[in-house]
């Protein structure tokens, strides 16, 4: 059986769950492997096989976190070449899609972006993709190269593959960076700081204000930190400046699919449903009753949600007691 | 400073979107615009134009009303417009679309290519790095600020878990984000300078790409199935009258939810 190739995403071998998501579906179109870039394997084996990765490929050069996508890029083409794999699947993420666009030119081979969902086929993998704003879902597959998939968070649950072998074994392949991968470098680093909320792409549940929350998203976070959640915003909340743009739900901002879904005060535009129709469960609190967010909504309540979400909040706290 | 500036004609987001009977984007019977997103970059690259005496030429590839894209750019103040226009281009995938736009910035003078985040119709997001690689160019994308000194861009981009500033060498391809400036929207001279503005129309002849290397035909991926998302019924409503938040928590824990 071929193997399918995950480039996992980690931060110094904590391994992040869409990796784990992503070994789950390459089980079902071969034998999972991993491609590790960067520090901290040691860390994030234990995890890479408990999920299913027989083998990893590690790759070892120098300054390889320094640079843009272009040597990570580089090193996956040398991976691709040594393993012959029947498929590759990397993280639908920024950096990820780039990696994606630029190895599918380097290699001749077909890209698609931001799958939902992979199967087996008899042609090769099928990706399922939610398009137009959620309004239509397509399924499309690779038809030259190897296929290469980038694949969005929650689009699996991640499995466990009982019995696995405590450690994969491991291919080191060593690269060095080109001189153009070289010509784009990262000068400096600001870490932000850390909200203690899970991450907005991958909760499974999300919290979003908007313009009705008048600037002030106290009464989101509170409700978001109740039911563990993440905090999203809409673009009119970005865009006065009232919540950071890392938070942005929908077109030209972060798309999520949690399966529980919260809007406060947010009208549903078809900017802000761009990213979040795809979700589960749509709740909406909003002032006005005609606001097209009641459309999409499983369950709305017309009213004010400077009451409404305090009122829940506590309802949510007393219950987990 | 010579900037070349990538946008693309889409369907309005805000009208209905759909597909030709071919599984491709209508792109004929909709109404279509200037992809919003491509302002930001148009935008950018004129104001880095104005800073250095630098010249501004706004590129598209697309069916025949996608001079509109460009028309608009040249109404913002872009110096001059290309337009890849050949019929074998329809259907194009992101490899070849980057394949005709590289070709185009190949015949141009370029010192920097500007392009948007993504196009808001496919929303891919792959083709600048596409553009890069065919180009041979170093990538800095997703700006959200952009200054260019003695021959290096230098961005600053703001992730997830933080901010990075980058710095390249020129030429470059940048991309930028939505959170970069405000476009501006032309003025009523600009509107009258534009009709004067050259324009010019490449065919894939022109450029030396063989049309067998792109379209539909040509594309690495294909799409088998598509279907319309049956709309999402509309659930419950309530209106707030004290009690609203107690039974959006009823609602939840019978959904299991909390």
């Given amino acids: 059986m071929s193997q399918v190739l995950v480039l996992v995403d980690h931060v110094d071998g904590s391994v992040r769950k869409t990796t784990t998501e992503l070994l789950t579906i390459a089980a079902r179109l071969g034998e999972p492997a991993a491609v590790f870039i960067g520090n901290g394997l040691d860390n994030a084996a234990g995890t890479l096989a408990e999920f299913g990765a027989t083998t990893v490929y590690k790759v070892e050069g120098e300054g390889l976190e320094d640079y843009l996508v272009l040597p990570k890029a580089e090193a996956l083409a040398a991976v691709v070449a040594q393993a012959s794999p029947a498929a590759v699947l990397i993280p639908s993420s920024v950096e990820g899609k780039e990696i994606a666009g630029r190895l599918a030119v380097k290699i001749g081979a077909g890209v698609i972006t931001d799958a939902v969902d992979v199967q087996a086929g008899d042609g090769g993998p099928v990706a399922t993709q939610s398009v137009f704003a959620g309004g239509f879902t397509v399924k499309s597959r690779v038809t030259t190269g190897v296929p290469i998939i980038t694949v969005k968070p929650n689009s699996a649950a991640p499995e466990a593959v009982a019995g696995a072998p405590a450690s994969p074994e491991v291919v080191t392949v060593p690269v060095t960076p080109s001189d153009l991968s070289k010509a784009a470098k990262i000068v400096e680093r600001r870490p932000k700081e850390k909200s203690g909320r899970p991450d907005l792409s991958e909760a499974a549940i999300v919290v979003s204000g908007g313009r009705g929350t008048n600037g002030d998203f106290s009464p989101v976070e509170a409700l978001a930190d109740a039911l563990g959640a993440a905090v999203g915003a809409s673009r009119a909340a970005v865009d006065a400046g009232w919540y950071p743009h890392s938070n942005q739900v929908g077109q030209t901002g972060k798309q999520v699919s949690p399966q529980l879904y919260v809007a406060a005060g947010i009208s549903g535009a078809i900017q802000h449903r761009a990213g979040m129709q795809t979700s589960k469960t749509i709740v909406a609190i909003n002032k006005d009753p005609e606001a097209p967010i009641f459309e999409l909504a499983d369950f709305g309540v017309v009213g004010d949600l400077f009451t409404v979400l305090p009122q829940a909040t506590e309802a949510v706290l007393k219950r987990k007691g | ?258």
């Fill in chain 2, 1 to 258: 400073m010579n900037i070349v500036v990538c946008v693309k004609y889409v369907p309005d987001a805000q009208a209905e979107s759909r597909f030709a009977s071919d599984n491709t984007t209508d792109r004929a019977g909709v109404d279509g615009l200037l992809s919003e997103l491509d302002e930001y970059a148009v935008e950018e690259a004129l104001k880095i134009a104005e800073s250095s005496d630098g010249k501004v030429t706004v590129l598209t590839v697309g069916p025949e009303n996608a001079t509109e894209a460009v028309r608009k750019a040249l109404q913002m103040g872009a110096d001059e417009a290309v337009h890849v226009l050949d019929d074998a281009i329809h259907g194009s995938d992101a490899p070849a679309t980057s394949l005709v736009l590289a070709a185009a910035v190949g015949k141009l003078e370029h010192d920097l290519v500007i392009t948007g985040m993504a196009s808001t119709d496919g929303i891919m997001s792959v083709v600048p790095a596409m553009l890069a690689e065919r180009l041979g160019l170093p990538q800095v994308t997703l700006a959200s600020e952009v200054t260019v000194e003695n021959g290096t861009v230098r961005i600053r981009r703001d992730g997830d878990t933080s901010t990075e500033i980058i710095e390249s060498s020129l030429p470059a391809i940048v991309s930028v984000t939505d959170q970069i400036n405000e476009p501006r929207y032309p003025s009523f001279k600009g509107i009258m300078a534009a009709k004067k503005k050259p324009l010019q129309t490449w065919s894939l002849a022109d450029l030396g790409v063989d049309a067998g290397d792109v379209g539909l035909g040509a594309a690495w991926t294909a799409v088998d199935e598509i279907a319309a998302r049956p709309p999402r019924q509309a659930g419950q409503v309530v209106t707030d009258e004290g009690d609203g938040g107690n039974k959006l928590v009823e609602y939840l824990a019978g959904a299991k939810l909390v």
